[in-house]
């Protein structure tokens, strides 16, 4: 189960982009993702990814690697895509001349386009968070956020440390638990349940019963955590050191330069096409 799931995992290959500062490529991924919102068409949509997939090359990272992201959020992408399909064949359907009709179901070339024209961004999308991820630490990250946070909280207020933490956590929590769920399927396989042989119905049911063991190992942690940090005199807000600090540098203003560009350069041509 943790195998499967890739997106989140950070992968050192010694890139440039891995030395940015996470502030720099937290703000890239912000412009990027309002440039994919901005885009109009395929065309705005070829740019940014041809964009896209210079700056993931960058990163050293096999592009497969990139796309395996992809695969947890298959059937939520399928989802998108036949919402937008069915519901762009009713609205255009009289309008466009190139329809087909699939018993009570009439399908469009306008709904096609846009179905897939949402799908594109959706991968997009996805795929450029994993480089996110896939460059950046959960501490480093966590540290980028707070300290893009913090300017904009009021003087003395925690807020943004305690965001931080939070997130932090999170971070951390997602592996553990998905290793204790995998401890927890070998040992109802190791009791003779067999998923393979199992119909749909049987598997959903046995799955459901990791909730319980799953939630209370959760709260088992987080009590122990608590207890952890009490001991070691941790309190939000309190001065403290850090072993790495966030140093912005030109290369770091270089590369968000570059997706502000993207930006204006993806309404320049919305405007114009």
């Known amino acids: 189960m943790r195998d ?52 993931l090359t960058a990163t050293k990272i096999p592009l497969r690697t990139y796309l395996r992201a992809l695969r947890p959020l298959r059937w939520l992408m399928l989802f998108v895509f036949l919402f937008q399909l069915f519901a762009g064949a009713g609205a255009g359907a009289a309008a466009d001349s190139a329809a087909w009709t699939l018993g009570p179901v009439t399908l469009t070339a306008a709904g096609l386009s846009g179905a897939l024209l949402a799908v594109s961004r959706m991968a997009l999308l996805i795929v450029f968070t994993a480089m996110l991820t896939f460059t950046t630490t959960p501490s480093m990250l966590s540290r980028g956020i707070e300290g893009m946070i ?68 959760a709260f088992r942690r987080a009590e122990e955590l608590t207890t952890s940090l009490e001991a070691r005199g941790y309190r939000i807000g309190a001065p403290r050191t850090s072993y790495r600090r966030l140093s912005w540098s030109g290369a770091d203003t270089f590369f968000t330069l570059l997706f502000v560009l993207l930006l204006a350069g993806t309404l320049t041509m919305r405007l114009m096409l």
């Open 4 to 55: 499967k799931l890739i997106l989140g995992r950070m992968i050192p290959t010694g890139s440039r982009v891995h030395e940015l500062d996470p502030r720099a490529k937290i703000t890239a991924m912000l412009l990027f993702a309002a440039a994919l919102i901005l885009s109009g068409g395929w065309a705005e949509l070829a740019v940014l990814a041809v964009f896209s997939v210079i700056v």
């Open 150 to 217: 913090k300017p904009l909280s009021r003087k003395g207020s925690t807020g943004a440390e305690r965001f931080s933490l939070m997130m932090r956590l999170a971070l951390r929590f997602i592996p553990a638990l998905l290793e204790e769920s995998q401890t927890i399927l070998k040992a109802q396989a190791a009791r003779g349940a067999d998923y393979e042989e199992m119909k749909i119905k049987e598997k959903a049911r046995l799955l459901m019963s990791l909730l319980v063991p799953v939630t209370v190992g």
